[in-house]
């Protein structure tokens, strides 16, 4: 168990539709990382939050949205779903802004499928 | 831009057997973080072993160790005495200096009875 919290496991829902996946991070983490693996495209960094702040920002469509709340949980909104948004979305988390200690411990990760 | 190559799709090990993966990175950046990571087929991400670029000696984690070439811009996984549970795929992942990890495709390890 890496401590990474994510919900709900599995999620089907369909093509124009939207969805927020939730991710509670190890306790004492304080930056929150957005993955997205497909088959086609492998493992995509989306966005990092650090403290409540976006950090950097990877591949995410303008569809997409996240944000870090006080408590240091995180949630990645998607709109306008599409096929193609079918994934398995991972959040990460890490004590510090860079992972410079190394340790970064991902989640189970949220699977997608839209139909 | 940087790139993390791993030209391996897929290995088969015996049992008991050591294995290695190789990775190969690119970066012009002078500090960064070498990340292995096993996903097995229930889909977690488990973190392995971490090396970051000015350390000297070569990581290691129980059966997991890191050859770590800087020259050479490598980072292949060793793992010691294979055991059935090792099958999953192993991703290797880079930090920048802009915090970001980037993945590579990933390499299929099958361990045979």
């Known amino acids: 168990d890496s401590g990474v919290t994510q919900t709900p496991k599995h999620l089907i829902t369909a093509t124009g539709q939207r969805v927020t996946l939730r991710c509670s991070p190890r306790s004492g983490d304080l930056s929150v990382y957005w993955y997205q693996q497909s088959l086609d495209q492998g493992l995509q960094f989306l966005i990092q939050y650090y403290n409540g702040e976006e950090r950097a920002k990877g591949n995410i469509l303008e569809r997409f949205s996240a944000q870090q709340f006080p408590d240091l949980h995180s949630e990645l909104n998607l709109s306008s779903l599409e096929l193609g948004d079918s994934a398995l979305y991972f959040c990460a988390s890490s004590v510090d802004e860079g992972m410079v200690t190394g340790e970064l411990f991902f989640g189970e990760g949220s699977r997608l499928t839209v139909l | 831009a940087q790139k993390i190559t791993q030209t391996q799709p897929g290995m088969f090990v015996q049992e008991k057997e050591a294995v290695t993966l190789d990775c190969t990175y690119d970066?012009?950046?002078?500090?960064?973080?070498l990340f292995w990571y096993k996903q097995p087929s229930s889909g977690e991400m488990i973190f392995l072993i971490y090396q970051g670029s000015y350390d000297e000696q070569n990581a290691t984690e129980g059966r997991y160790s890191l050859n770590f070439q800087k020259a050479r811009k490598s980072a292949n996984l060793v793992i010691s005495a294979s055991q059935l549970g090792d099958s999953a795929m192993y991703f290797c992942?880079?930090?920048?200096?802009?915090?970001?990890?980037?993945f590579g495709a990933g390499t299929t390890v099958t361990v045979r009875a």
């Open positions: 992942a880079m930090r920048d200096m802009g915090y970001k990890l980037s």
């Open positions: 970066t012009s950046d002078q500090s960064y973080g």
